[in-house]
């Protein structure tokens, strides 16, 4: 019998996010319906991330506990898509994954699901130009949406994997951004998240990103949110652009990776910390109340004591307002993997737990300094006890607050008075 019923779960950033709603729009069109439990699926699809190890070994053991599904359904069928399926390809297929799919072969799903009825398919083929033009996502929330700016990767960091999974960089017309940008605002988003590997690389003929934004802020959205910076390539003109237009959030993620311009050199990152720091004081100086977080990576191979003593040291400086924060994690295919002098992994353990804590005591810091302040809040939906709300500053920052008349809905932006923080959350009431 031919499957019906498609239920798809992800993992991983943004990116991956959005192109499950690109998947969910592929299967819609072929005349699939999406659900969103894996308990009535007859084709269930694993969206996944290959950045780090435990992030595969996750997939591992979803895919084992899954697979006893099958004992009461022999016809379901699995599939893993995304990242993880780019980089091992052939080698996940088995008895119980009969489909696998990298993130470029998208369109070719419904093909690759009705030739699984009888066999096992996969394809792995990355494409330079494929960005799916005309297939508008479906969305999964009716306040915020992400939209691609573009696609891949050409900056070959030494630890990561995402140009070998993602491919070339290719960035989409600005036409298309602008027309869904306007789309997403008269079907009433409130917010969407510009998305890109290195947004600020973006280039359609004479428009790079500072100009991609200015026309994407003329559009009159509510806020508009862009990921990922690259230090190297962020100018001032961006940081101009944000500070000038009212609906570009004034937060700014901006991955340093580490502190050390050694450690810089063998992650290939193309800048120096006294250049970082120099961005971040530019950005702080010109955008009003900006907000900057970033991505820190502990124990590449060959960093000292002396090197971590230094990512810790911009940490202190810097005071970032929020930080993703990793230990290195080893990559087969990677520069990096090739580097000597690897760093036990009980020390990169210890370095992540120790700059962990100090990066939570600065945010508290930080998030104290915010009680007594009024902040524009853009709801997202009600708080985990039912009685209050949930939604994020224009900063980025989580608030839950509570409102006594009924003025508050999902989507809107209401006044929220801060009078408290738990650290990473603002908590607060409407005003
Ligand atoms: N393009 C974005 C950037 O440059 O920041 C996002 C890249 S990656 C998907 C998100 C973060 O994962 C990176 O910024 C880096 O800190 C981390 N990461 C990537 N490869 C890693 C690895 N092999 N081990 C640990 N962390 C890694
Ligand atoms: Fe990976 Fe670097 Fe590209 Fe980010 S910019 S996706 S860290 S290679
Ligand atoms: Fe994203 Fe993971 Fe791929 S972080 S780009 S889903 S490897």
Redesign the pocket.
Known sequence: MKPVTVYIETYGCQMNKLDSEYVAAVLAGSGYTLVSGYAGADVILLNTCG?RDNAEQRIHGRVGELSSLRRGKPELLFGIIGCMAQRLGEKLLSDVVRIVAGPDSYRKLPDMIEQALSGQVFDTILDREETYEGIEPVRCSGTSAWVAVMRG?????S?????YT?GRERSIPVKRIIGETARLRDSGFREITLLG??VNSYRDGDVDFAGLLDRVADTGIGWIRFL?S?PKDLTEDILGVMARRSNICNHLHL?V?SGSDRILTA???KYTISEYKGLINRAREMVGGINIST?LIFGFPGETEDDFRATIGLMETVRFDFAFMYRYSEREGTKASLLPDKVPEEIRIERLKEAIALQNSIMRGRNREHIGSVFVVLVKGTSKDNHGWYGFTETNIPVVFYARDETVNIGSFVNVRIDETTGATLMGTCV
């Open positions: 950045v990767c050409d900056n070959f960091c630890y990561c994997v995402v140009p993602r590997q290195n990922t690259h991955p990776q992650m290939n990152r991505d």
